[in-house]
């Protein structure tokens, strides 16, 4: 149902359609008394359906961390700290860089040739006392390494040195234990996170709950494990507003469109307390009888290869 569809029952619910055997013209004083406020009734009678009779959604990630070339790479996860010597971090080759730290820090990226040689020098300064992420592309040929050095005390964690290409600095990948993704704008409510990996890892497809909840809109996926996830969750509809046009599809079922009218009508007619009265209990009563299954199949909304947001960790 469209909302020029809703906006015809409920004018036909209030006796404002036809009279005398005349079509009420849309224009009509009286009409648009009523009309002008259908589309915030609409938008508010969707969303509080939208918590019973839920929108389905999924979100899908597909996820292959890309290998670390430093020294035990599970270690690397863990926190080092930068005293009054120069700690360094060294792969054969590498093309990209990751990192966080937590203090005034002066970082060099260097390859070796004939000697060490700084490529790049990153200086950081604030924040102070919480993790920043720092990544980027190597341009070099050998042996490169990450060095920590400066004047004071600092944390490192989450090091990575990559041995493959990558088009810009912000397509460089995290390292961290888990994966970051933001839900969509619409997420609501989680229902299930169903994981389907690799065969020979006896990962297949299967519900599981190895995932955090960071903020209330992002989800942490473990680093290590390869296959694809679909995040299915509750949506919130889109808001529907005055510029919204009438050929705009209702996003709750088709059962639970049907209350919308009876909600809509009741609200025009609140100075007419019998009305009012009789509508909004049609409308309560269609609401309690609502089936809270879906009758239609989850929307994908996304596919993610990993996370490149700039978020800071925990």
């Known amino acids: 149902m469209n909302l020029e569809q809703v906006k015809d029952k409920t004018i036909k ?30 938008d508010i009678a969707q969303k509080e359906i939208a918590t019973v009779k839920k929108i389905h959604r999924v979100k899908n990630i597909s996820q292959n961390p890309v ?10 996860f863990d926190v080092e700290q930068h005293l009054d010597e120069d700690l360094t971090f060294e792969a054969k080759q590498g093309k990209a860089y ?14 070796y040739d004939n000697g060490w040689q700084v490529l790049e020098h990153i200086s950081h300064t604030d924040p102070k006392g919480e993790y920043t992420a720092y990544k980027g592309l190597i341009n ?23 041995g493959y290409s990558f088009l810009t ?50 989800i942490a996926l473990n680093y290590y494990n390869v296959g694809a996830y679909s995040i299915f969750y509750f949506a919130y509809p889109k808001s529907i507003d005055d510029d919204t046009l009438d050929d ?5 079922d088709m059962e639970a469109q049907e209350a919308i009218p009876y909600y809509v009508a009741a609200h025009v007619l609140m100075d007419e307390t019998s009305l009012y009265t009789t509508l ?6 269609k609401l309690a009888n609502l089936d809270d299954r879906t009758a239609n199949a989850p929307k994908a909304v996304e596919n993610t290869m990993y996370s490149s947001q700039d978020i800071r960790t925990f």
């Not at 290998?67 to 690397?76: F, I, K, R, S, V």
């Open 280 to 285: 909004l209990a049609m409308y309560n009563n």
């Open 67 to 76: 290998p670390n070339l430093l020294e035990n790479p599970l270690y690397q």
């Open 140 to 162: 070099a040929y050998g042996k490169v390494r990450l060095r920590f050095s400066g004047d004071y005390v600092y944390n490192i964690k989450n090091r990575a040195i990559y």
């Open 169 to 218: 600095d912000d397509d460089v990948p995290p390292f961290t234990r888990f994966n970051r993704y933001f839900m969509p704008d619409d997420f609501y409510q989680l229902n299930k996170v169903v994981f389907d990996g690799n065969w020979r890892e006896s990962k297949t497809y299967h519900t599981t709950a190895d995932f955090f909840w960071e903020q209330r809109n992002v």
């Open 98 to 111: 990751y990192f966080e730290i937590d203090n005034v820090a002066d970082v060099y990226v260097e390859e």
């Open 248 to 252: 705009y599809e209702l996003e709750i």
């Open 13 to 42: 619910l209030i006796n404002n359609y036809s009279n005398s055997g005349n079509l009420i013209s849309k224009n009509d004083p009286n009409y648009l008394d009523y009309s002008l406020r259908f589309n915030s009734l609409i």
